[in-house]
C-alpha cells in the first residue's frame, strides 16, 4: 500500500472525523499538493492555498464539485448531500457570491449587533446559570457548558428558530457536517438522508411561518426581501440559514 492510498484510508474512519490533525500533517509533509481517488484535491500549505484561493480559474461552484466527486464510489451521494444546502455564499463565485453577501451582511451590520447586545447577554447569563446549577460543588467544563450551548443558542435565535425546534436541527445538522466532509460508509447514508430531509422540511416550515407571521429575525428579513423581489430564490434563503447554523455547531 502506498502512503497515498494510506492517507485515503485514513480519511474514511471515524478517527479522521474525531481528529483529522495528524493526518493533515502527515499531508503536509509527504504529499502537501494531494489529489483523491475521487478527483478531488487537497491544498495543505498556506502558499499553496493563498494561491489557489485567488486563482479566477478555480471554482467554489458545487456543480463543478459534483462532477469531479461523482466518480468515486458513492460520492455522488455525497455530493447531492452537499448540493442540498450548497447554494450559499461559501459555495458560490462572484457576482453570485456578492449577491448573496450584500444581503446577508445587512443582517450583521455594526448597529444591529450593538442592539442585539442585551438580549445575548442574557443568554449567556441563563446558559452559565445553568452550568453553575448543574456543577454545584464539582465545577464546569467550560467548553461543554458554555462554548458549545452559547452559539447554538444565539444564533438559532437570531435566524428565527423556535426554542422547540433547536436541539433537533443542531442534532441534524452536526450529523450532516460529520458525514459530508467525506464519503459516509454505505449504511450510513439512509440516516444522513433522512436528517437533510428532516432539516430541510424544518427550515422550509419555518420560511412559511415567517411568511405568514413576520418577527425580527433573520428568515423574516429575507422573506421579506425575497417577496419584496430581492434576488434571491428559496432554495437559497434555506441555504443560508444551514450555513449560519452549521457555522457555531459543534460535535458533542
Known sequence: MTACDEIARGMATPEFHRDPYPLYARMRREHPVYRSSGGVWYLTRYADVDAALRDPRLSK??????RWSARHTGA???????????????????????????????????????????RIEAIADGVLDDAVAAGRGSGIDVITALAHPLPITVICELVGVPL??????????RQLVDQTEAVPAPEDLRRVERAADELEDSLRDLVRRRRADP???????????????AP????????????LIVAVTRRP
Open 61 to 66: 461552484d458545487q456543480a463543478r464539485m459534483r
Open 76 to 118: 455522488e451521494d455525497v455530493a447531492r448531500l452537499r448540493e442540498r444546502f450548497g447554494r450559499s455564499m461559501p459555495h458560490a463565485d462572484p457576482p453570485d457570491h456578492t449577491r448573496l453577501r450584500t444581503l446577508v451582511s445587512k443582517m450583521f451590520a455594526a448597529r444591529r449587533m450593538r442592539d442585539l447586545r442585551p
Open 164 to 173: 422547540s425546534d433547536r436541539d433537533r436541527i443542531g442534532a441534524w445538522s
Open 215 to 229: 418577527t425580527g429575525d433573520i428568515v423574516s428579513a429575507l422573506v421579506g426581501a425575497m417577496d419584496r423581489g
Open 232 to 243: 434571491l430564490t428559496e432554495d437559497e434563503l434555506l441555504s443560508t440559514c444551514y450555513l
